[in-house]
Nanobody
Framework: QLQLVESGGGLVQPGGSLRLSCAAA??????????IGWFRQAPGKEREGISC????????SYANSVKGRFTISRDNTKNTVYLQMNSLKPEDTAVYYC????????????????WGQGTQVTVSS
């Protein structure tokens, strides 16, 4: 079964940027076969879908909370999906997860069956 691994989280000041990466945890899986979504969960809050990219990369979707600040992309030659996060705010602090689904775009966590372990993003001065 496909398992994912996220990287790139850390501590950043408000207004700063980070780029998260999502890759397959084991060889033999092709992320190009899946739409990939990014989600986040802050303490005491529900998991929120923030962005999704189609298998080809030609279609994307964003939550209103990140639209204009975050950009999702993928490099299928590197079997990796990215989330570029700019103009970060303290309210962006959360554990960020990527997940895969074999169908079309979605921001609903229940539509995804393969998840990573998450990477912590903390926005603080």
């Amino acid at each position: 079964q496909l398992q994912l691994v996220e990287s790139g989280g850390g501590l950043v000041q408000p207004g700063g940027s980070l780029r998260l990466s999502c890759a397959a945890a084991a060889s033999g899986f092709t992320l190009a076969d899946y739409a990939i979504g990014w989600f986040r969960q802050a303490p005491g809050k529900e998991r929120e879908g923030i962005s999704c990219i189609s298998r080809s990369g030609h279609s994307t979707s964003y939550a209103n909370s990140v639209k204009g600040r975050f950009t999702i992309s993928r490099d299928n030659t590197k079997n990796t999906v990215y989330l570029q996060m700019n103009s970060l705010k303290p309210e962006d602090t959360a554990v960020y997860y990527c997940a895969a689904r074999s169908l079309w775009l979605s921001l609903n966590p229940v539509d995804f069956g393969s998840w990573g372990q998450g990477t912590q993003v903390t926005v603080s001065s």
